[in-house]
């Protein structure tokens, strides 16, 4: 695992709050040390929106249990920066869509979006 | 000027940065190269590079570029910030000390916002390819 995906798991608050297989909620506080503020960027500190993607794709891993890859961002949009030592709620939806597994969350502070993606996952790691 | 450090161009630092040199820059086009290290942040115990990374490769490549136009027309690089992203396709895979090559391409570029094409190639195989809109902060602009 990858020193990202372990600050981001060390991030997160509480168990999965998922409302069904397909469906899933955590909360999550990105402290001044977590690993994705470094260089992001000195003295005006924001979580990367990579952090962002790739924290609900481990979410979504963990609901599943298994290894999802991101094969595509269908759309993203990132409306406000996330600051640290914010709570942020990231939720999800899982369902397929012509046969693509797509993953529609939302990452919201203090009840307001922050940000919306559409995900396209597939399962498995890819090898060399 | 080209080949420059793209540390000399972007508000980016260690462990974020990701793109080591921008390399050419032709009429809105730019191409940056990058290397990321076995212990960067994205790589797991194998190498592999975290799909993520395709994306801000672009990203920071774009800003490589602006910040280089920006040093060209006498103006310390200003600040960009991603605002979205559309269509990006992730279709292989990057290892740690791979050499990648992101290619940008400004599609638009209308009242501070720019949309950007890009694509991460590793050799003849391609990585990744998206399209992402950046807000650019005008320096010479009052307030916040």
């Known amino acids: 695992m990858s020193a990202l995906r372990e600050g981001i798991d060390a991030s997160k608050l509480g168990d999965l709050a998922g409302t069904g297989t397909e469906t899933g909620a955590r909360r999550y506080r990105f402290g001044p040390g977590f690993i994705g503020f470094s260089g992001h960027f000195p003295g005006n500190p924001i979580l990367p929106a990579i952090v962002q993607i790739r924290a609900v794709v481990s979410l979504a891993e963990a609901e599943s249990g298994k290894t999802l890859r991101l094969a595509a961002v269908r759309s993203a949009k990132f409306l406000t920066p996330i600051r640290p030592d914010e709570d942020v709620w990231i939720r999800y939806r899982r369902r397929v869509d012509s046969g693509m597994d797509i993953c529609d969350a939302t990452l919201s502070v203090a009840e307001k979006t922050v940000a919306a993606f559409q995900l396209e996952l597939a399962e498995g790691e890819t090898t060399r | 000027m080209l080949p420059i450090s793209a540390e000399r161009l972007i508000p980016h630092r260690a462990p974020m940065r990701l793109v080591d040199t921008l390399v050419s820059v032709t009429d809105g086009c730019a191409v940056a190269e990058s290397v990321l290290p076995r212990s960067t942040m994205m790589a797991d115990g194998e190498g592999k590079i975290d799909e993520v990374a395709c994306m801000e490769l672009i990203a ?85």
Do not use: C
């Open chain 2, 60 to 144: 920071q490549s774009y800003a490589a570029f602006r910040g280089y136009m920006d040093r060209m027309n006498g103006k310390p690089p200003g600040e960009g910030f991603l605002v979205g992203v559309r269509n990006l396709e992730i279709t292989g895979t990057a290892y740690a000390g791979d050499r990648l090559l992101t290619s940008i391409r400004t599609v638009a570029a209308v009242g501070g916002f720019a949309v950007v094409e890009g694509a991460v190639t590793r050799g003849d195989e391609t990585l990744a390819t998206g399209t992402l809109t950046l807000w650019l902060v005008d320096p010479d602009a009052g307030g916040g």
